[in-house]
């Protein structure tokens, strides 16, 4: 009687040795895709705060200039603009854009049919500072932001 050896199936140190080759790469992946949402995250955190950086640029330029506009006054980093609503009724809009608590506003008062009203909005939250400068017969301004990004416009 003879008897034959057959090797079927894997050694216990070959097992082992591809169990840890499979949890290295399995680490590996992990910590990868963990990178890759991280960065998505911040990615996507800028871009909300550069858009609303845009979004108020774009509302300040359109209030600057409407086509309404009638008198621009500045006064202690404070913008005053007067819209002529009709001249023949005297109904005009007083706007006014400024920093208060860390948020760029807008102040609006409307005087028309309807008597006076008056309302506030924030244009832009995380406000470091608010400059207005005035060079000759041009006017800037210029936001900072918390996160130190900044914009200079000129009216």
Known sequence: MSITSKNEGFTLLE??????????????II???????????????????????DNAMLNLDNLINGYLVSD?????NKITIKYDVDLEKNYYKIKSIYLNNNK??????NHDSNGMSSGQN??????????VYIKEALIYFEIITDSGESR???I
């Open 152 to 154: 200079i416009r000129c």
């Open 122 to 131: 924030v244009i832009l939250n995380n406000v470091k500072e608010f400059n």
């Open 31 to 53: 910590k990868i895709n963990a990178d890759i949402i991280g960065d998505y995250c911040n990615n996507s955190e800028e871009s909300i705060l550069e858009d609303n950086f």
């Open 15 to 28: 097992i082992i040795i591809s169990l840890g080759i499979s949890v290295s790469l399995l680490l590996v």
């Open 72 to 76: 621009i006054k500045v006064e202690n």
């Open 104 to 109: 760029l506003m807008i102040s609006t008062i």
